[in-house]
């Protein structure tokens, strides 16, 4: 196993240096060169406009243009953003990507979690209203233009019902008197969020490996308990009300994009299920005089989970570059917002660095994949 | 023997209903088995040997139906009992030993962990005394009880064969069915395997049914000998009569198919035509199109049973004598 990783390490920097590459030649076939935002001000002499090439690098050839991208990309240095000078990349990214990820983290999980639950349930009650009125409410909302579907969300709950803010990340009224910033209070939000999963993921897994007797009175009294010292810790914080209005404007966007994914999402189990169904061991397990639920959970749905798996981390990768609709939509100030400004504002070393950074994602979550799968299916040994 | 059978099936009818009819896949079935004794249901695919196998366990997909029958289980009738009742009789009173051992023992699930759930399923025991209960199992198998906390693909072909029977003993229940136990094995392992099966079963005193179109497996192990035809069975004796004086035409063509080592070098004897669709079968005697004996009367009414002793067969030309 420690050599697979290790193995796999050094593929995803071959991956990843591949990667660097073809975007720095793609960026660079396009026509011009970063100094162009400067240098086509008419107002700008030409000694000027000499000067700033030579300071851009872009009369070098094009070899050493790109030794320096790699060996600066290799030192973390991703150079400074031009539409938001003079913050650097890093710092603009270190900024957005966390709302992204949280965002689209917490829809991916969320509608991954219920299209299976659900998908489970249709595919062992086949036939009936149930399968027929789930499949086609999954294919709308697969298929559904999203804009629309987005928009047509935002009419209904924060328009018409007025429940919900609008758009944007947080309501600025309520932020002008804070004693901290934003990103601040953000990222303790994310603390928060992982510390309680992982607390009640432990849980669950204990009280299921060990056979606990009243696993169920547990895994909920804990989920209560944690999430009560949670609350108390942020009342007594007195950021409370902070956090809740970033919390409240991420409802309708998660609610939004958890609605657009479920659908594949249980298709896909149910589909899985009906393939996974017709295995003998399946069979053997009803001859066992197993209970339906157990012969469903822990033989059926457990084998079916295999590929749902795998569309779960090939959907994560959207969790970086972050549905650029659905930012746009719900004026959501993540990745995908960024990447399309940078595109507009042709701030190229953000565009690059943007692209970079979903890069190491994906090719991690890749790597995580594959460590899961050596946990799910015990035939998989590297 | 007076005792009452283990198992007695009464005129046992199932058909799977399709898009393009009924398919009458057991029609009529009678038999029943006493305790310790081995039946072999002998046929080629698609003859009902193991719908027959499905429909005791109640193992059947949603489109089967049992239309008439009894099976009687120590005298009990479990065709109307509910799902839920019928779950205490499976494997506890009828386990199976499925034809596919490669894929009847889940990937995802350490081999012992598989026999310990079929345990807690029906007996009251602490998981202590289930582990202690399969390392008895695997050492009656011939398996070694470090191979409990192995996954199935650990297991070679033959492992996992053993690792089946010793699941279908789990509960030590009345009645096993063998589906076709080895036909996936090599001629060694499955000679082997056979050998074992045939002992336990002795030892424990139990019945068994063994399901396969291997004529030479079925003369191996069992002492009764059913041989079916399109969803009935056709001849039914013991293995001996069965097999020196077959009755039914459709059993001679069978033996005749099979090579012998011992006796005289032979052509073998191949059939013509093809099993019946199951959708429209014949009218009269199943066999009778591609009978070599056949005569008006088979094509339009149904075969009587001919009785000699112990040994029957349903035909209008029996053969022998």
């Not at chain 1, 924060?158 to 309501?171: E, N, Q, T, V, Y």
């Not at chain 1, 799968?373 to 590297?382: A, G, Q």
């Not at chain 2, 699930?109 to 807690?120: D, R």
């Not at chain 2, 409990?148 to 789990?170: C, D, F, K, N, T």
């Given at each position: 196993?420690a050599?697979?990783?290790?193995?796999?390490?050094?593929?995803?920097?071959?991956?990843?240096?591949?990667?660097l590459?073809?975007?720095?030649?793609?960026?660079?076939?396009?026509?011009?060169?970063?100094?162009?935002?400067?240098?086509?001000?008419?107002?700008?002499?030409?000694?000027?406009?000499?000067?700033?090439?030579?300071?851009?690098?872009?009369?070098?050839?094009?070899?050493?243009?790109?030794?320096?991208?790699?060996?600066?990309?290799?030192?973390?240095?991703?150079?400074?953003?031009?539409?938001?000078?003079?913050?650097?990349?890093?710092?603009?990214?270190?900024?957005?990507?966390?709302?992204?990820?949280?965002?689209?983290?917490?829809?991916?999980?969320?509608?991954?979690?219920?299209?299976?639950?659900?998908?489970?349930?249709?595919?062992?009650?086949?036939?009936?209203?149930?399968?027929?009125?789930?499949t086609?409410?999954?294919?709308?909302?697969?298929?559904?233009?999203?804009?629309?579907?987005?928009?047509?969300?935002?009419?209904?709950?924060?328009?018409?019902?007025?429940?919900?803010?609008?758009?944007?990340?947080?309501?600025?009224v309520?932020?002008?008197?804070?004693?901290?910033?934003?990103?601040?209070?953000?990222?303790?939000?994310?603390?928060?969020?992982?510390?309680?999963?992982?607390?009640?993921?432990?849980?669950?897994?204990?009280?299921?490996?060990?056979?606990?007797?009243?696993?169920?009175?547990?895994?909920?009294?804990?989920?209560?308990?944690?999430?009560?010292?949670?609350?108390?810790?942020?009342?007594?914080?007195?950021?409370?009300?902070?956090?809740?209005?970033?919390?409240?404007?991420?409802?309708?966007?998660?609610?939004?994009?958890?609605?657009?994914?479920?659908?594949?999402?249980?298709?896909?189990?149910?589909?899985?299920?009906?393939?996974?169904?017709?295995?003998?061991?399946?069979?053997?397990?009803?001859?066992?005089?197993?209970?339906?639920?157990?012969?469903?959970?822990?033989h059926?749905?457990?084998?079916?989970?295999?590929?749902?798996?795998?569309?779960?981390?090939?959907?994560?990768?959207?969790?970086?570059?972050?549905?650029?609709?659905?930012?746009?939509v719900?004026?959501?100030?993540?990745?995908?917002?960024?990447?399309?400004?940078?595109a507009?504002?042709?701030?190229?070393?953000?565009?690059?660095?943007?692209?970079?950074?979903?890069?190491?994602?994906?090719?991690?979550?890749?790597?995580?994949?594959?460590?899961?799968?050596?946990?799910?299916?015990?035939?998989?040994?590297? | 023997?007076?005792?009452?059978?283990?198992l007695?099936?009464?005129?046992?009818?199932?058909?799977?209903?399709?898009?393009?009819?009924?398919?009458?896949?057991?029609?009529?079935?009678t038999?029943?088995?006493?305790?310790?004794?081995?039946?072999?249901?002998?046929?080629?695919?698609?003859?009902?040997?193991?719908?027959i196998?499905?429909?005791?366990?109640?193992?059947?997909?949603?489109?089967?139906?049992?239309?008439?029958?009894?099976?009687?289980?120590?005298?009990?009738?479990?065709?109307?009992?509910?799902?839920?009742?019928?779950?205490?009789?499976?494997?506890?009173?009828i386990?199976?030993?499925?034809?596919?051992?490669?894929?009847?023992?889940?990937?995802?699930?350490?081999?012992?962990?598989?026999?310990?759930?079929?345990?807690?399923?029906?007996?009251?025991?602490?998981?202590?005394?289930?582990?202690?209960?399969?390392?008895?199992?695997y050492?009656?198998?011939?398996?070694?009880?470090?191979l409990?906390?192995?996954y199935?693909?650990?297991?070679?072909?033959?492992?996992?064969?053993?690792?089946?029977?010793?699941?279908?003993?789990?509960?030590?229940?009345?009645?096993?069915?063998?589906?076709?136990?080895?036909?996936?094995?090599?001629?060694?392992?499955?000679?082997?395997?056979?050998?074992?099966?045939?002992?336990?079963?002795?030892?424990?005193?139990?019945?068994?049914?063994?399901?396969?179109?291997?004529?030479?497996?079925?003369?191996?192990?069992?002492?009764?000998?059913?041989?079916?035809y399109?969803?009935?069975?056709?001849?039914?004796?013991?293995?001996?009569?069965?097999?020196?004086?077959?009755?039914?035409?459709?059993?001679?063509?069978?033996?005749?198919?099979?090579?012998?080592?011992?006796?005289?070098?032979?052509e073998?004897?191949?059939?013509?035509?093809?099993?019946?669709?199951?959708?429209?079968?014949?009218?009269?005697?199943?066999?009778?199109?591609?009978?070599?004996?056949?005569?008006?009367?088979?094509?339009?009414?149904?075969?009587?049973?001919?009785?000699?002793?112990?040994?029957?067969?349903?035909?209008?030309?029996?053969?022998?004598?």
């Amino acid at each position: 196993m420690a050599r697979y990783l290790i193995k796999r390490t050094l593929q995803i920097l071959l991956t990843l240096f591949i990667f660097l590459s073809i975007v720095f030649f793609l960026v660079n076939a396009q026509p011009g060169d970063i100094s162009h935002v400067y240098s086509l001000n008419p107002d700008l002499p030409p000694e000027t406009r000499a000067k700033l090439q030579d300071l851009f690098g872009v009369n070098e050839p094009l070899w050493k243009q790109y030794l320096v991208y790699v060996k600066n990309t290799l030192t973390g240095n991703f150079g400074v953003s031009f539409s938001l000078y003079p913050r650097t990349v890093a710092d603009v990214i270190g900024e957005r990507l966390p709302r992204t990820l949280v965002l689209f983290l917490t829809a991916t999980v969320l509608s991954f979690y219920l299209g299976f639950a659900l998908g489970k349930i249709v595919a062992w009650r086949r036939g009936g209203w149930v399968e027929y009125g789930s499949t086609i409410g999954s294919v709308t909302l697969y298929t559904v233009f999203t804009p629309w579907f987005a928009l047509m969300m935002i009419w209904l709950f924060a328009f018409r019902a007025g429940w919900l803010p609008i758009g944007k990340f947080l309501d600025p009224v309520e932020w002008r008197e804070a004693p901290t910033s934003a990103n601040a209070v953000f990222n303790q939000m994310i603390i928060t969020m992982i510390v309680l999963s992982v607390a009640i993921f432990a849980v669950f897994l204990f009280t299921t490996r060990k056979r606990v007797a009243g696993a169920r009175l547990i895994q909920a009294g804990s989920i209560v308990l944690t999430a009560a010292v949670v609350a108390g810790v942020w009342i007594a914080s007195g950021v409370a009300h902070l956090a809740w209005d970033i919390v409240e404007h991420m409802i309708l966007p998660v609610g939004t994009l958890t609605l657009i994914s479920f659908g594949g999402a249980m298709l896909l189990t149910r589909n899985s299920m009906l393939e996974t169904m017709r295995e003998d061991y399946v069979t053997a397990a009803r001859a066992k005089g197993l209970p339906e639920k157990q012969v469903r959970d822990r033989h059926v749905a457990r084998n079916a989970l295999l590929p749902v798996v795998t569309s779960f981390v090939f959907s994560l990768a959207f969790a970086v570059d972050g549905g650029i609709i659905i930012e746009s939509v719900f004026s959501w100030p993540g990745m995908g917002q960024t990447l399309i400004s940078a595109a507009t504002t042709e701030d190229l070393p953000l565009a690059v660095g943007a692209f970079v950074f979903v890069g190491i994602f994906v090719l991690v979550a890749h790597l995580a994949a594959d460590v899961l799968y050596v946990y799910l299916d015990p035939r998989i040994r590297y | 023997m007076s005792e009452r059978p283990v198992l007695a099936v009464e005129d046992l009818t199932m058909h799977y209903s399709i898009k393009a009819g009924a398919v009458r896949a057991v029609d009529g079935v009678t038999f029943s088995i006493e305790r310790g004794q081995a039946l072999g249901l002998v046929g080629e695919s698609g003859s009902g040997k193991s719908s027959i196998a499905m429909t005791l366990l109640r193992l059947l997909p949603d489109n089967a139906q049992i239309l008439r029958g009894k099976i009687l289980l120590d005298g009990v009738d479990i065709v109307p009992l509910s799902e839920e009742r019928m779950r205490e009789y499976r494997w506890n009173r009828i386990s199976m030993i499925f034809q596919a051992a490669m894929n009847s023992l889940n990937p995802v699930y350490k081999v012992g962990e598989q026999i310990i759930e079929a345990l807690e399923a029906h007996l009251e025991s602490a998981r202590e005394e289930s582990i202690e209960r399969v390392r008895r199992l695997y050492d009656v198998v011939n398996l070694d009880p470090g191979l409990i906390v192995r996954y199935p693909h650990e297991y070679s072909g033959g492992m996992r064969q053993r690792a089946i029977i010793a699941m279908a003993l789990a509960c030590e229940p009345d009645l096993i069915i063998a589906d076709e136990p080895t036909t996936a094995l090599d001629v060694i392992v499955q000679d082997h395997i056979l050998r074992e099966m045939r002992s336990i079963q002795a030892e424990l005193d139990m019945s068994m049914i063994y399901i396969s179109h291997d004529m030479a497996v079925i003369a191996e192990v069992s002492d009764v000998v059913g041989v079916m035809y399109a969803g009935k069975i056709v001849e039914l004796g013991g293995t001996a009569d069965v097999f020196h004086s077959p009755i039914h035409p459709y059993t001679r063509s069978l033996m005749s198919a099979f090579p012998s080592v011992t006796g005289k070098k032979r052509e073998l004897g191949t059939l013509t035509g093809e099993p019946p669709n199951l959708l429209d079968p014949p009218e009269g005697c199943r066999f009778h199109p591609r009978c070599p004996y056949a005569t008006d009367v088979c094509s339009n009414q149904e075969p009587p049973k001919v009785r000699r002793g112990n040994h029957w067969a349903a035909c209008w030309n029996p053969q022998g004598e």
